[in-house]
């Protein structure tokens, strides 16, 4: 059975979304795993209630990216995870990493790419006053908020609609993209060819 690891460091309501699709076998592989590098996070609180593996890993004991990056893939080494689910983690992965996992870490970003990049997308797609926004899994490159897209869902921001409406919407989309695009992967039918991810 495939592994699958969440690295997250906040609220964590898609890592409790994946590991309910998980349960309802809406995939076929084994959350077994949660990374996270910030102590209080309810995404923590989160994986003890679901019974999921919890480690807290303090950037504070590592001088640099790199050696915290190296700290956490020898726990995903040594854990045998097969895919790596970033979920609202707030750290920019150092090149080494994405060279060790290359095209085994995925994410999810609240807009649809390349529109919108950054921490607070959602806001930003309010803001600028797009009729249409929504949610973006991709494979994580060199660059942040980059790297071949896999599944892209479309909110539209109605008249009237309130920026805490559009939020719910946006993450009731992702709730059901991501486990949808970790299904697609695990069943082998996701190819990547340059910048383009081709869905069998
Ligand atoms: C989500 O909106 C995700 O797209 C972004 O960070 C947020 C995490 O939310 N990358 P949660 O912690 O999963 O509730």
Avoid: W
């Avoid at 592989?29 to 949660?34: D, E, G, K, N, Q």
């Avoid at 807009?111 to 930003?124: Q, R």
């Amino acid at each position: 059975m495939k592994k699958i690891a969440i690295l997250a460091s906040g609220s964590g309501s898609n890592f409790e979304a994946i590991v309910k699709a998980q349960r309802r076998n809406a995939f076929n592989a084994l959350v077994t795993l949660l990374i996270c590098d910030k102590e209080g996070a309810f995404c923590r609180t989160r994986a003890r209630r679901l019974r999921v593996k919890d480690i807290f890993i303090d950037p504070k004991n590592y001088p640099s990216r790199e050696s915290f990056d190296a700290a956490v893939g020898k726990i995903l080494k040594a854990e045998k995870i097969d895919l790596v689910v970033l979920a609202g983690y707030m750290r920019i992965l150092s090149p080494a990493f994405i060279r060790a996992f290359r095209n085994k870490v995925i994410n999810i970003h609240p807009a649809i790419l390349p529109a919108f990049k950054g921490g607070k997308a959602i806001k930003d797609a309010f803001g600028y006053g797009v009729k249409l926004t929504g949610v973006t899994v991709h494979f994580v490159d060199e660059q942040v908020d980059h790297g071949p897209i896999i599944l892209q869902g479309a909110v539209a921001i109605k008249r009237g609609m309130t920026i805490e409406k559009l939020e719910a919407a946006v993450h009731k989309l992702e709730h059901k993209l991501y486990p949808e695009a970790i299904k697609l992967i695990l069943a082998d039918k996701v190819r990547i060819k340059g910048r383009n991810v081709q869905i069998k």
